[in-house]
């Protein structure tokens, strides 16, 4: 059985950090690219970084520069370092696993991905 489960959510200031972790089981952890979507208010979950196989990095524009996707494959888990963070980034974060064979290939969009974990409220308050 496929499990993702997120941790590290929780309320801060604008300004202040917060680190979101993401551990898997049930796959080969090494043969994942994995990722982040958030959701805010509204159906639509957005696309916020992802990370390939081999440690590739793509970021949603918004987050640029303020948060940091890892890896470590050695613990099966993935991390997103949000620095610098703002009201707008207040949202529901979903860590999500995408079986590729491709070792450097970041999965950008929704369909891409086959697994989602449960969801972390991350709120940043102004």
């Known amino acids: 059985q496929v499990q993702l489960v997120e941790s590290g959510g929780g309320l801060v200031q604008a300004g202040g950090s917060l680190r979101l972790s993401c551990a898997t089981s049930?796959?080969?952890?090494?043969?994942?690219?994995m990722g982040w979507f958030r959701q805010a208010q509204g159906p639509e979950r957005e696309f916020v970084a992802g990370?390939?196989?081999?440690?590739?990095?793509y970021y949603e524009d918004s987050v640029k520069g303020r948060f940091t996707i890892s890896r470590d494959n050695a613990k099966n888990t993935v991390y997103l370092q949000m620095n610098s963070l703002k009201p707008e980034d207040t949202a529901v974060y979903y860590c999500?696993?995408?079986?590729?064979?491709?070792?450097?290939?970041?999965?950008?969009?929704?369909?891409?991905?086959?697994?989602w974990g449960q969801g972390t409220q991350v709120t940043v308050s102004s």
């Open positions: 999500v696993a995408g079986s590729t064979i491709r070792e450097g290939a970041v999965l950008k969009k929704h369909v891409d991905y086959n697994y």
């Open positions: 049930g796959l080969p952890f090494s043969r994942l690219s």
């Open positions: 990370i390939s196989r081999s440690g590739n990095t």
